[in-house]
T-cell receptor, first 111, second 113 residues
Framework: GNSVTQMEGPVTLSEEAFLTINCTYT??????LFWYVQYPGEGLQLLLK?????DKGSNKGFEATYRKETTSFHLEKGSVQVSDSAVYFC??????????FGAGTTVTVRA | GAGVSQSPSNKVTEKGKDVELRCDPISGHTALYWYRQSLGQGLEFLIY????????KSGLPSDRFSAERTGGSVSTLTIQRTQQEDSAVYLC???????????FGPGTRLTVL
């Protein structure tokens, strides 16, 4: 079956630091890959996505590249802000369109 | 425009009672999904509806859980004879079509005492 494994948190960083959250997946076919973000007190929002190998998704300074050879979709941001404090979820979906999520990584950015 | 809305935002119930959770998808979205977010299980898929097709119920954890979607719009998730392990945040999402981006509602936090 499909599964997503993401780096355990919590992660605490200082402002302007570099952020990486690792995500690897197991799938039977060729899934689409997503990063969702949940800000404090808010609902899940799509941050970025990639639908095929070597695609790069990007949004709000975050990037992730679909790596089929390593079955990975690591999230990166070069310079984080306090407003990036949130829980980040890696997810995949295949032809059945159900999202399978990782456990979530809590990120706290300190001023 | 309006996003996905869910009601109630919080529900506290006693073990053994039935509960109904409501989801209003984004207008015009044909696909609707229910997920559950709990401490022990993380975020897990429950059920989805696509237009008038039969729903995919493969994620429902037991026969106490059921869902319907009336007129291709509003959906209700019903949990009968609630148990403490049903305590979770129940999330609804909708998308224009099955293959499109899913937009999530704020969730209903269910607490079973």
């Amino acid at each position: 079956g499909n599964s997503v494994t993401q780096m355990e948190g919590p992660v605490t960083l200082s402002e302007e630091a570099f952020l990486t959250i690792n995500c690897t997946y197991t799938a039977t076919g060729y899934p689409s890959l997503f990063w969702y973000v949940q800000y404090p007190g808010e609902g899940l929002q799509l941050l970025l996505k990639a639908t095929k190998a070597d695609d790069k998704g990007s949004n709000k300074g975050f990037e992730a590249t679909y790596r089929k050879e390593t079955t990975s979709f690591h999230l990166e941001k070069g310079s984080v802000q306090v407003s990036d404090s949130a829980v980040y979820f890696c997810a995949l979906s295949e032809n059945d369109y159900k999202l399978s999520f990782g456990a979530g990584t809590t990120v706290t950015v300190r001023a | 425009g309006a996003g996905v809305s869910q009601s109630p935002s919080n529900k506290v119930t006693e073990k053994g009672k039935d509960v109904e959770l409501r989801c209003d998808p984004i207008s015009g979205h044909t696909a609707l999904y229910w997920y559950r977010q709990s401490l022990g299980q993380g975020l897990e898929f429950l059920i989805y509806f696509q237009g008038n097709s039969a729903p995919d119920k493969s994620g429902l954890p037991s026969d106490r859980f059921s869902a319907e979607r009336t007129g291709g719009s509003v959906s209700t998730l019903t949990i009968q004879r609630t148990q403490q392990e049903d305590s979770a945040v129940y999330l609804c999402a909708s998308s224009l079509q099955l293959k499109d981006t899913q937009y999530f509602g704020p969730g209903t936090r269910l607490t079973v005492l």
